[in-house]
């Protein structure tokens, strides 16, 4: 088993695959439609509650009459009409796990002049690669409330993939949104609320894809929480039951962003919604993103969570991902030479699969993927120059060049530390005791403070929380390159510093009363394909308290030293209520997950170089139970049966359900300290764009393909003669007596189609007619000015201003008390300095889902909306008003 020892990267893989292997299933055909069956029969048996269906919705949508995308189409689909059935079927799947470098790799189309295209994580930069930077986590950027450097980041990921030849780059995460405070993988997105979600994903997507290299939105939809998120033959997923208005105002939201940013690909999530799995559910796919959200791009599965042929092709699924069934290795797929098969036997309508390869063709035309892309020059799994080039095919492997070491660094670490500095939220600052002087003697406790001693990368994804918490684990992380660790940065920028690496407190000896005591702690979680230290991924041991008893480690620093300061490391929310109001704990700050750059972009805040300004990308509140017990509680498995996870608290997640309950959590979702102060005068509000109730008619699906139907001859899914074909490796051809009888099945026997399934083209739903939806929804309809001034008179720093909708009473619909809609961070302003802030108000903003009318409305044109305007959204001291279209300032703000 040489390549499966020698690399540690496939030994974590295989760990993958066992523990998505929990039990086996058959693979081929018959299992295809008995999982598409088993998948029918959760809401048939009653389990999903009562209310929550999936409406059937066919046919799969066509692309191309979107204007941005036209020119793409046009060759696009040139070159798939000049294409055999069996090089279609090649590039809408992947070759196998671990049949090639990266972690998805479909076939290639040769002779035509498609490449083999390289699928990959991370959504923090390059995963399992050499020489790449690892950049601050989601989270970690949503803190900064700052779009131009999430734009940044996005440039930075997007040239360092395309340097190693990664064309379709497997992020940004925006789902899981954070509904549940303790869900697993909320740090890979960019914060507990869906408008900071979707200004992430856009600005990141703008950023990796001019690039060229193709982004993907993951994951559609409702995997919030990692345990029981996948099928396996003895358990269903979870279902994910969310009504229509939820899915649309919350949900939805920034998947809806990222399209209408022109995004490439749609990654559908492991878990079911009302009672379907994503992979193959009609109405998330064909309704929802492919007609309503007009995407033009393609979508594919997550990892391994391909549940059918035919089902999942009907559905609107074009692409299965890594290609094999959910049991890998053996060289099965529900689509390859199934998908084949069942165009010869006309199961799968013949312009579905035209459609699927095209819009894949499409994306790779779009990002310009056809001139000049680089090559991929690396092997996620293997670090080593040479090695097996396809580990899965053991022992019939060829070896070859596995990794040519090339560097995309470039200055990108400057970005990154810009972030994870930019990211430090202050939560407490108590006698101004930040920033330190460098003269002060500093005593610094807790294990995190330095990196891990058996390596920064000796766990595998980041699968331990040893040493400083700079990523979560799982798929979403990154090889350091290298690691500045706190303690490295703190000696060199303090002039008496001893640390005790420990996380249990030690005896200190005599303690001064100006000694000054920085405590580090962390929270981790991650993937659920690794338990750490009994967190199933979920932070279901630990619940929302430090790990490694950092409590009591700041209780026990507190009891000793006058002067504490906590900085944390941490996925998400933490209960601070065992210490927060101790007198000694001067201050806090959450330093997130600030990948390599931990050091430096800490000690800058820390000794006042910069002042912090950072923002909660979520509430804090005193006590878990604050929030209701649908997002608090985690799903368990359920014998035989579905688990179902039903959001119960609708569109009230995070600051929405306590506002609504009048809960004050400990520090609310926004709030962020600076050194400096800062004031908000001066608002204006102007109406841009007179609204009607409803968005104009959209205009009509134009220039839609004409994709052929006819059945092509069998021979173009046989293999020629003499192919040397790599065991196990996933093919798309058949054998000729398949392919004849293929044929022959379609004309004895018909497929037995789903309720509601049609072929015929429609015109598409009013909601929709671009990218994101209805193109109206993006008009503007308000503009609104603040003058931010620095008033302190020591510190400069930049202020965050964001900007909360209030709708007007009584419109008929229930809606969050406030609903963040926009923000921007200003540059670092000196003492004294002024500036003016221009935040936007679209329709879609001052609207609500209408379940009724299937659109969006805005239910009072020019009425009584509110909006307010602050640093968080409990310090909200300027209100403005839609239909008097004035500013008040020095008011009290709603919550
Ligand atoms: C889930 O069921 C609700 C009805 O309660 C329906 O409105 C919604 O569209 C369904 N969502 C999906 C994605 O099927
Ligand atoms: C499918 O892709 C594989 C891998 O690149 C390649 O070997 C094979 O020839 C392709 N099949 C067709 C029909 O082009
Ligand atoms: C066509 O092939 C697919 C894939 O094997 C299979 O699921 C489907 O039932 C077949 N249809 C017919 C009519 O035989
Ligand atoms: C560092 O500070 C400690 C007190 O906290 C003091 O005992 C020690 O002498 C100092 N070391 C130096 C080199 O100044
Ligand atoms: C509000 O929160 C309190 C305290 O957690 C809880 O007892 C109460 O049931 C909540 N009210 C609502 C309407 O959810
Ligand atoms: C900011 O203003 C508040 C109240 O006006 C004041 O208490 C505080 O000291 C000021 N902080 C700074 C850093 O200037
Ligand atoms: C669409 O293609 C079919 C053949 O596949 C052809 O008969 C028909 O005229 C075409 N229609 C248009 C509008 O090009
Ligand atoms: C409204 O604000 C946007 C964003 O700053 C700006 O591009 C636009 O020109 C403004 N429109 C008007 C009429 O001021
Ligand atoms: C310039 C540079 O950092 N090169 C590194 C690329 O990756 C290899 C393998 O990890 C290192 O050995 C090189 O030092």
Redesign the pocket.
């Known amino acids: 088993m040489t390549s499966f020892s020698d690399s540690v990267r496939v030994s974590t893989a295989v760990t993958c695959i066992l523990s998505s292997l929990v039990g086996l299933g058959q693979a081929g055909p018959s299992a295809a439609s008995a999982n598409a069956q088993i998948a029918a029969a959760a809401a048939a048996q009653g389990w999903v509650p009562d209310?929550?269906?999936?409406?059937p919705y066919y046919p799969a949508p066509y692309g191309g009459w979107v204007d941005e995308w036209r020119q793409s189409y046009t060759k696009a689909k040139a070159l798939v009409d000049s294409m055999t059935l069996a090089e279609k079927t090649n590039i809408t799947a992947g070759t196998g796990i671990y049949m090639g470098r990266c972690a998805g790799n479909t076939g290639s189309a040769l002779r035509v002049g498609i490449p083999q295209l390289c699928l990959n994580d991370s959504p923090a930069g390059v995963r399992h690669a050499d020489n790449v930077t690892a950049f601050p986590d989601g989270i970690t950027v949503g803190a900064t409330f700052d779009k131009t450097l999430m734009y940044q980041r996005g440039v930075a990921i997007g040239k360092e993939n395309r340097g190693k030849g990664v064309n379709v780059w497997l992020g940004p995460t925006v789902g899981p949104i954070g509904r549940k405070p303790k869900g697993g993988r909320n740090w890979e997105g960019f914060g507990a609320d869906p408008a900071l979600q979707a200004v992430g994903a856009r600005e990141t997507i703008k950023g990796v894809q001019e690039q060229g290299v193709i982004a993907t939105i993951k994951h559609f939809?409702g995997n919030e929480q990692e345990m029981y998120r996948m099928y396996n033959p003895f358990q269903y997923a979870y279902s994910s039951?969310?009504?229509?208005?939820t899915?649309h105002e919350v949900y939805a939201w920034p998947f809806a962003e990222g399209i209408h940013a022109g995004v490439g690909s749609v990654m559908m999530a492991y878990n079911a919604?009302?009672g379907?799995a994503c992979t193959q559910?009609p109405?998330?796919m064909n309704?929802?993103l492919k007609d309503e959200m007009g995407f033009q791009g393609f979508i594919m599965t997550d990892w391994l969570a391909h549940m059918s042929g035919v089902a999942s092709a009907i559905a609107g699924l074009d692409m299965d991902m890594p290609g094999d069934v959910q049991i890998p290795f053996f060289g099965n797929s529900y689509w390859m030479y199934e998908l084949s098969r069942s165009a010869l036997n006309g199961s799968v309508p013949m312009d579905r699969i035209n459609d699927a390869a095209t819009r894949i063709l499409a994306a790779w035309y779009k990002m310009g993927q056809d001139q000049g892309f680089p090559a991929t020059n690396f092997d996620t799994n293997s670090g080593a120059a040479v090695n097996q080039l396809y580990p899965a095919a053991w022992p019939f492997s060829p070896s070859g060049v596995t990794n040519e070491f090339v560097q995309v660094q470039a200055d990108h670490d400057v970005v990154a530390r810009q972030i994870s500095q930019d990211a430090i939220t202050l939560l407490k600052n108590d006698g101004g005791i930040l920033p330190l002087s460098p003269s002060q003697h500093i005593k610094v406790f807790g294990t995190d403070a330095q990196k891990n001693p058996d390596g920064i990368n000796s766990c595998t994804d980041r699968n331990c929380n040893k040493g400083t918490l700079g990523q979560g684990w799982g798929s979403g992380t990154v090889d350091y390159p290298y690691l500045d660790d706190p303690i490295t940065a703190l000696t060199a920028a303090a002039s008496n510093v001893t640390f005790y690496n420990t996380d249990s407190f030690p005896s200190v000896g005599q303690v001064s009363a100006s000694d000054v005591a920085i405590v580090f702690i962390s929270s981790d979680a991650g993937e659920n394909t690794y338990t750490v230290e009994g967190n199933h991924g979920d932070r279901d041991a630990s619940g929302l308290y430090a790990w490694h008893n950092g409590d009591q480690l700041v209780q026990d620093a507190a009891s000793k030293f006058s002067n504490v300061i906590v900085v944390i490391h941490t996925v998400g929310p933490l209960i601070l209520e065992n210490w927060i109001d101790l007198p000694s704990v001067k201050a806090v700050l959450i330093a997130h997950l600030p990948g390599q750059e931990a050091g430096t972009s800490l000690t800058n805040v820390l000794y006042g170089h910069s002042s912090p300004c950072g923002h909660l990308p979520y509430s804090i509140t005193k006590q878990e139970a604050d929030f209701p017990s649908s997002v608090t509680t985690l799903i368990n498995s359920e014998f035989l049966n579905q688990p179902q996870d039903t959001y119960t608290e609708g569109l009230y997640i995070d600051y929405r359900w306590l506002n609504k309950n009048n809960t004050k959590p400990r520090y609310a979702f926004g709030h962020g300290l600076s050194y400096t102060n800062f004031t908000f005068t001066a608002a204006s509000i102007k109406k841009i764009t007179q609204l009607s109730s409803y968005p104009p008619t959209r205009s009509a699906k134009s220039g839609i393909p004409n994709f052929s139907q006819a059945i092509p001859s069998p021979n173009e899914a046989v293999a020629p003669s003499g192919f040397n074909s790599i065991p196990r490796y996933i093919y798309s051809w058949l054998s000729q007596g398949d392919a004849n009888g293929a044929v022959s099945d379609g004309k004895s026997s018909k497929y037995a189609y789903p309720d509601g399934y049609s072929t015929s083209q429609k015109p598409g739903p009013r909601s929709g007619g671009g990218e994101g939806g209805n193109p109206a929804l993006w008009d503007i309809a308000y503009n609104l000015t603040v003058t931010v001034q620095n008033t302190g008179d020591e510190f400069a720093g930049k202020a965050s201003v964001q900007a909360y909708l209030q709708f007007p009473d009584n419109i008929g619909y229930d809606t969050p008390i406030i609903q963040l809609r926009d923000f921007e961070k200003t540059e670092e302003l000196a003492p004294g300095e002024t500036t003016t802030v221009t935040l936007t108000l679209t329709r879609k903003d001052v609207s609500v889902w209408d379940?009724v009318a299937q659109d969006w409305k805005v239910p009072a044109v020019d009425g009584g909306y509110k909006v307010w305007i602050g640093d968080a959204s409990d310090s909200l001291s300027i209100v403005c008003h839609a239909d008097t279209l004035k500013c008040e300032t020095g008011v009290t703000g709603p919550v």
């Open positions: 209310g929550y269906y999936v409406p939809i039951n969310l009504d229509d208005r899915m919604v009302n379907t559910h109405y998330l309704a929802l379940v």
